[in-house]
């Protein structure tokens, strides 16, 4: 057989090995976790302000947590929020250990590592502004700004400076 005739076995091949490798997966979402300096107050902006709602919680407790790595020993208690309450949504977990970040907040992306901000696709924003607007929550940037005929952008931060992007039509 000639080189010429293998090489699309071998294309498939490849492309076939590249399929099976992300088939390693059990869920298609991935579960975040966020460290909040107050609980409280990052439940009101994400469900008073964004419209996520409480889909659970769990602890971790002293134990759990140092055998695992997590925390070292210190037990606290996760809020599992979703965008609807549904098992393919992306659970957004957070949990408070009492304290303020050891950084200062960042005033834009660029002045910080790791993740920085997520992405929230909307129905329509203004409601969402109307409610961010209601708490006090500063619009960062020319909010809300065009992209396009239908979807506009709005640029805010939670409480603790993690940045949220809101991606959607008006009404």
């Not at 134990?63 to 996760?78: A, E, H, Q, Y």
């Not at 977990?93 to 907040?105: D, R, V």
């Not at 805010?156 to 400076?161: A, I, K, N």
Request: proline share 6%.
């Amino acid at each position: 057989m000639s080189f010429v005739k293998l090489l699309p076995f071998s294309f498939a091949l490849m492309l076939s090995s590249q399929v099976c490798a992300q088939s390693n997966f059990t869920s298609k979402t991935i579960g975040v976790g966020v460290v909040v300096a107050d609980v409280e107050r990052s439940l009101d902006f994400y469900v008073n302000g964004i419209g996520m709602v409480k889909t659970g919680s769990f602890t971790i407790n002293e134990d759990f947590g140092k055998r695992s790595g997590l925390t070292n020993g210190v037990p606290t208690n996760v809020t599992i929020l979703k965008l609807e309450n549904s098992p393919d949504a992306t659970d957004w977990k957070l949990m408070s250990f009492g304290k303020k970040a050891s950084h200062p907040k960042p005033r834009y992306i660029q002045d910080d590592t790791g993740m920085q901000y997520i992405t929230i696709n909307v129905k329509a924003l203004q409601p969402i502004i109307d409610r961010l607007t209601q708490l006090k929550v500063p619009f960062l940037g020319s909010t809300p700004t065009p992209l396009n005929e239908k979807a506009h952008f709005v640029f805010v931060q939670d409480p603790d400076g993690n940045f949220v992007e809101l991606i959607g039509p008006l009404q």
